[in-house]
């Protein structure tokens, strides 16, 4: 069985204390870690930016997982990049017709490309994107909060979506994962989770983090 890629969400992690956080997970055995960013455009709130993202760099060794919850993602995958995404992760309802070429332009740059759909967006919509991009990252809430309640109806996506991809497409699933709804996931065929509050209000993160697994 292949490796599930566990990235947990600093979002839930304390913003003053970031760096201690970020080690608790990467010591905790997370394969990448996952960057929420947000504009207050695109989703009703506002977290971090590039000089984030630029110093997180500096301290861990964990692939970082960026994604964009933002409008005009085209005209930041550039500074992310320079700023030491591994990954950059996109939604499809901010750039349209403009995911193809953005997904090439996030390759370009030596990035593993994600396209991202938010719960009312059929996996259909993004059928044409299924060869070309690294990783489908499948919305389990609406985007712009932790902490909220998984949408099951989200994960009955991701069957579709293995079924019309290669199987080195990553499917990703963010909103809700703790150990019920990773299994959920997992067995409809997705191979990344994304998981804020469960990992960071756990007790024991390393049990938290192996419990998803
Ligand atoms: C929500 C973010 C998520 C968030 C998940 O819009 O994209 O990454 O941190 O948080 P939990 O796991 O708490 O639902
Ligand atoms: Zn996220």
């Not at 990992?199 to 192996?210: E, F, P, T």
Request: proline share 5%.
């Amino acid at each position: 069985m292949k490796k599930v890629i566990i990235s947990p969400s600093i979002l839930s992690a304390d913003f003053a204390n970031l760096e201690r956080d970020i080690k608790l997970v990467e010591n905790a055995g997370a394969d990448w870690l996952h960057v929420d960013i947000m504009d207050g455009h695109f989703v009703p709130n506002i977290t971090i930016g590039v000089p984030v993202v630029k110093s997180i760099k500096k301290i861990t060794n964990l692939p970082l997982d960026v994604h964009l919850m933002i409008e005009n993602p085209d005209k930041y995958i550039q500074p992310f990049a320079a700023a030491g995404a591994d990954i950059i992760t996109f939604h499809y309802e901010a750039a349209n017709e403009k995911s193809f070429d953005i997904i090439k332009q996030i390759q370009s740059a030596g990035l593993k490309a994600g396209i991202s759909i938010k719960p009312k967006t059929h996996p259909e919509t993004i059928k044409d994107f299924l060869d070309i991009a690294d990783m489908v990252l499948v919305m389990t809430v609406e985007p712009g909060f932790g902490g909220q309640k998984f949408m099951s109806n989200c994960a009955d996506k991701i069957p579709y979506i293995r079924e019309n991809s290669t199987e080195n497409l990553i499917i990703q699933v963010d909103g809700g994962i703790n150990a019920d709804t990773a299994k959920i996931c997992i067995e409809k065929g997705a191979n990344s989770l994304v998981a804020g509050n469960y990992v960071y209000k756990s007790a024991d993160i390393n049990a938290a983090i192996q419990s998803l697994r």
